[in-house]
């Protein structure tokens, strides 16, 4: 059995500017003309990133290897033109896996890249490829920036209590119909009815600003937003459980029941997804 490779896939996601590896069709050419496990364990092809890193990192983090396991293996672009390579497990555990890909791909030749789907390979052979350093790169330094970036854009997750969780869940009932909107919007794009397995969430996301002396909400766009009074009440006992007003505060209302509050605070207790 064959490698699956789609290419244009990871390609699509690189931002203007940014520029895959050189070495990349090199190690796609050798998958090519590989059998599955000879390498490791793996597709070649995007998979979205967001549900296990624990937040949308935009073009930042460009996943190129989908793992047996569900994890994945993907470019984490610190510069435009040597990004650093990480491997993201199925629990959502993310670490370097080479702090280039010439050293990336010198750990995968000598089962060091700390990733089992690839060093619990069942091939013997090792795999050819040209121009690799002669030693694997010290990455302590890039493990420190990745868990301080991780840190810096996951969202925080507050212990659940009954307030917040009772805010989410009015929140939700009170965007019902926008929900509705979003997700029929989100299913004319993709072309086809999203389910529970959909790795596409539908958002409604909202700016709100509350005072003492002034209350206001916007799409992010800034345009007004719907029958804003409908959510004073929730927005109140919001800026109760806070501890503070809100201004221009980011509200975003997931399909999936989850509720982000300024992007970092992750509300109440929502349904676990499986």
Wanted: with cysteine; charged share 30%.
């Amino acid at each position: 059995m064959k490698y699956e490779i789609k290419i244009q896939s990871i390609e699509r996601r690189v931002a203007t500017g940014f520029r895959l590896p050189a070495a990349f069709q090199s190690f796609v050419e050798v998958c090519r003309h590989s059998q599955l496990d000879d390498l490791g364990w793996f597709a070649v092809k995007y998979t979205k990133a967001s549900d296990l890193l624990g937040f949308d990192a935009g073009d930042r983090v460009v996943p190129f290897l989908r793992l047996g396991d569900g994890g994945f293996v993907a470019f984490w672009f610190q510069t435009r033109t040597s990004p650093t390579i990480i491997h993201c497990d199925s629990e959502g555990q993310t670490s370097i896996a080479g702090a280039n890909f010439a050293d990336f791909l010198l750990r995968l030749t000598r089962r060091k890249s700390s990733v089992p789907d690839i060093d619990e390979r069942e091939g013997d052979q090792l795999p050819e490829f040209k121009r690799l350093p002669k030693r694997v790169a010290p990455i302590a330094k890039k493990q420190k920036e990745l868990k301080a970036w991780l840190k810096q854009n996951r969202p925080e997750e507050l212990p659940a209590d009954e307030e917040a969780e009772s805010i989410r869940q009015e929140l939700c009932k009170v965007l019902a119909s926008d929900m509705a909107a979003s997700i029929r919007e989100s299913e004319k794009l993709l072309g086809h009815k999203l389910t529970a397995d959909d790795d596409f969430p539908s958002t409604v996301d909202m700016i709100a600003h509350l005072t003492k002396r002034s209350y206001k909400i916007t799409t992010i766009g800034g345009q007004p937003f719907p029958r804003p009074q409908r959510l004073r009440k929730v927005f109140d006992r919001l800026v109760d459980w806070l501890g503070h007003s809100l201004k221009s505060c980011e509200i975003s209302v997931w399909s999936d029941g989850r509720v982000f509050v300024d992007k970092n605070i992750c509300l109440g207790n929502p349904p676990k997804r499986e």
